[in-house]
């Protein structure tokens, strides 16, 4: 009882202490399971403090223990050099140039060990736009609190003292489910812009609202990101897309309009999704492929980004595709020539990756092929190394009636038969009409993808 009451008091008390005031709280009190620690990161933190330097665990996997989300990675935080640190691990390797830490590899895992940041010492380096190019400048745990982006990544944890440390009220914005950027939003973005894409990331992620000023900053800076390199902004997307809540990423990509800026490539895919200009709504394809990709990221499976950029542009590529069958086109070089429309329009001076683009491409090509279930061609379909992606993509089109589900049947059984089942599966299939009987002609027409 006087334990209860006592509890009460003190998160009574804590609950008024004001922000950036530092709070402790006790592991077990916040229900976090110990056991959830990686050994590498317990191994290193240990070693760290036996060599007497201060070091716990920082940020996401913090973050991910207090929701109850398994972390997928540890990071940690020491008052160590990069050149102490390394001395310490027998194997570990000094990696970045603008941001430096070190690499330290215990069994098969890395653990990312940095070292505390300090706030405006002659080390960090900004440029014209506030930006900062480097820093290497190192401080205390609270000031390396304030260099972090957001109040629930700025949690520390000590396993052996089995205490949270949290300088910017981060379990208080856990527990409301709040995304918050450390300090004023507008300088946090200024210095670096890719925190607003981070901000919409973890919303997603996390199902968080994001907090007022945090959220409306983003519209007032959105071009900021204009000075960021592509391929950083490319991964930060493709992050958002895999944060196993894609659909959620991509409302707030549009209700911010940051992709604009970030990604303008996705304007197409807005444009040619979204009916007007206020509502958020998207055809059912799209819709069930990011809820394909959730799941397949919920349950810890590959996904494929090639995969992803085929769902997205699909919508505009039966556009293209229609528009060329329309002018007299064949089938197949009408779809070959909507696909050179699509990348010479979004892809040509692209930050995303080749083979990325080289898969995307292959799923659609498959795709008419899946026609073809006679003689040695679906021998040949099914030894294609996107043979897998490409079926799912046909079923993905089966689930909304765009391709007859009986297709997607005969190449689940195909698939999983072996050869003499195979020949079976073939011929079980009605007989052809004759080549160009008026008949055959329109079957093909009644089986196109839209
Ligand atoms: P994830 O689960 O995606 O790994 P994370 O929070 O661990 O999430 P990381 O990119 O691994 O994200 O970064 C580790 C920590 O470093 C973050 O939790 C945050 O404290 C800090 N951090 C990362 N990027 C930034 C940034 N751009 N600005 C400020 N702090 C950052
Ligand atoms: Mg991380």
Redesign the pocket.
Known sequence: MLNSILNFLTRRIKSTVSRNQIKVFSIKRLGINKKHLSRGAIDTIKKLQQNNFNALV????V??LLVGVK???F?VVTNAKPEQIKKIFRRSRIIGKRFKLVHVYVGDETI?V?TFRSKNSSNVMFDDNGRITRDNSFGERDEDAN????SI??LYLDPFNDQVFDYHNGVNDIQSKIIRVIGSPAE?YR??P??ML?VL??SA?LNFSIEYETYINIKKYSNLINGIPKSRLFDEVV?LLLSGNAMKGMEELWSTKLYLTAMPFLHDVFTSQYLNNSDFTVNNFLTLALNLVDKRVKTSKTVSIGFILACLFWHRLLKDWNVNRSRGLREIPALLDAINKIMDENFTSSPIQKRYLTDMKEIWILQPRFEKRRGKAPFRLIKNIKFRAALNFLKLQADIKMVRPELVTWWDDFSTQKDEGRLTLINSLSHPSPKNSKARRKKIEENRPI
């Open positions: 920082v940020g996401g996997a973050r991910d972390p997928k990675d990071d990312e940095s260099r972090r982006d957001l990544n700025a946090r210095e670096d890719v925190r981070r990331r973890f992620k992050k």
